[in-house]
């Protein structure tokens, strides 16, 4: 067994001692099989949560209506979830009713893929009841059961799908894909969170092209916000540079600009997938940033606001893009912005106060940003005598 299980094995044993079964589930078997590294251990038990509870004495009710107690345990935490079944699915999206039950199997039965339903127990023995272990060596990813239905009782699984093959590099089995695209409009039934979750999560996959173009091949792309006929646009994307996605940022600029939106537009298309307020900031001047750039336009003062630090994720987009800029003008210039931030003025706003004999107030820091601006560009040495000058004939 791995460290990250070897860890967690005195949970496991807890549980037991006091009669119940308990096993190491999910992502974690998944990645652990596949050598991937781990990052939460996941435990599926037949112990009720109220029985958890008295087994140990640190816990948090994280999700106890569904079955999911957090234990803390030395320095780690650990979700345990008792087996359970789910049934109704009215909406295609969650489940009427939650049902405990005692059997792994029949929870192994409700989970999404084949390649996540796989349990180990404290022995590291593998509990495979759906073949799971054929389709993570034959890379594939497969529903369990009976891939429309298990679509139709909850939609976000098309995405999460997808969302796998970029993060696996692997394959959508043949019946899986066929549902997909049959039941793609089911999508719509979704709360947009959940689909932001899994789009931006595919995109961090190493396979998120191939992830992408099927998101777009098989129809998910059209019930999703302000995708609806922007095919051709996307493709592009799709069809685009490898490089390594990995924040958020990226990600929203990336699709921002292959649909050709900013200002405002791409505000509104970032509210739209209900981006955080920060993201949308950042994606904001990052897209400024690489308009500029594409126009061998390179505004300093942009740079700055943004962080030096972003200028290589902007460089990562034109790469994607294609887009020839020359870095090492980019680099000489940033190289040259003689401070990291405004603390380093060798002026302060009193003594803008004493200089110009104003009161203290908003304008201020108006002034502030003026003369900060102005050291950025190099309009001004950053000395208290030059600044003083300056600041007269603002
Ligand atoms: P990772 O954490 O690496 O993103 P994961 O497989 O752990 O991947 P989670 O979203 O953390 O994914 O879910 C944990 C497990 O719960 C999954 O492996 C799967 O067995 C089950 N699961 C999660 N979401 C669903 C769903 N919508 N339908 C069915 N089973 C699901
Ligand atoms: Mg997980």
């Not at 390649?115 to 590291?124: E, F, K, S, T």
């Not at 054929?134 to 999460?160: C, S």
């Not at 191939?210 to 302000?226: I, N």
């Not at 997938?273 to 003062?301: A, G, P, Y």
Request: proline share 2%.
């Amino acid at each position: 067994l791995p460290e990250d299980f070897q860890t967690a094995l005195p949970i496991l044993k807890m549980i037991e001692d006091a009669g119940f079964e308990a096993y190491f589930v999910g992502g974690s078997v998944r990645d652990h099989i596949l050598g991937l590294p781990i990052h939460d251990v996941d435990i599926a038990t037949s112990a009720y949560p109220e029985e958890i509870k008295n087994i140990f004495k640190r816990t948090i009710d994280t999700g106890i209506k569904h079955g999911t107690v957090t234990v803390l345990m030395n320095d780690n935490s650990y979700e345990i979830t008792t087996f359970r079944t789910e049934s109704g699915y009215q909406d295609f999206r969650r489940p009427d009713k939650v049902t405990f039950v005692r059997s792994l199997t029949d929870d192994l039965k409700r989970r999404d893929f084949t390649i996540n339903a796989l349990a180990v127990d404290h022995n590291g023995n593998v509990v495979d009841k759906f073949d799971g272990l054929a389709d993570l060596k034959n890379h594939l990813i497969k529903a369990v059961g009976v891939a429309e239905e298990r679509f139709h009782e909850d939609a976000l699984r098309m995405m999460r799908a997808v969302r796998f093959q970029a993060q696996l590099d692997f394959t959508i089995e043949g019946k899986t894909e066929q549902a997909i695209a049959d039941n793609a409009h089911l999508l719509s039934k979704i709360a947009v969170e959940r689909v932001h979750e899994e789009f931006v999560k595919m995109f961090y996959g190493q396979a998120w092209k191939t992830g992408f173009a099927d998101f777009l091949r098989l129809g998910l792309s059209e019930y999703c916000p302000d995708f609806q006929g922007q095919t051709a646009k996307l493709k592009k994307l799709a069809q685009a540079k490898n490089i390594v996605m990995n924040d958020e940022t990226m990600v929203w600029t990336a699709v921002g600009f292959s649909l050709g939106l900013s200002g405002e537009e791409l505000n509104q298309f970032l509210r739209d997938w209900k981006v955080s307020n920060k993201i949308r900031e950042d994606c904001q001047s990052t897209e400024k940033m690489l308009r500029d750039f594409q126009h061998k336009e390179i505004d300093v003062w942009q740079i700055y606001l943004l962080g030096v630090k972003n200028v290589s994720r902007v460089e990562s987009l034109c790469e994607l893009f294609d887009i020839t800029i020359d870095n090492k003008k980019i680099n000489e210039k940033v190289a040259k912005i003689p401070i990291k931030d405004s603390h380093a003025l060798k002026i302060t706003g009193k003594d803008i106060i004493d200089i110009l004999k104003i009161k203290p107030g908003p304008k201020i820091g108006e002034y502030m940003t003026s003369l900060e601006k102005a050291v950025v560009t190099q309009t001004v040495t950053n000395s208290y005598q030059d600044l003083a000058s300056y600041l007269l004939i603002l």
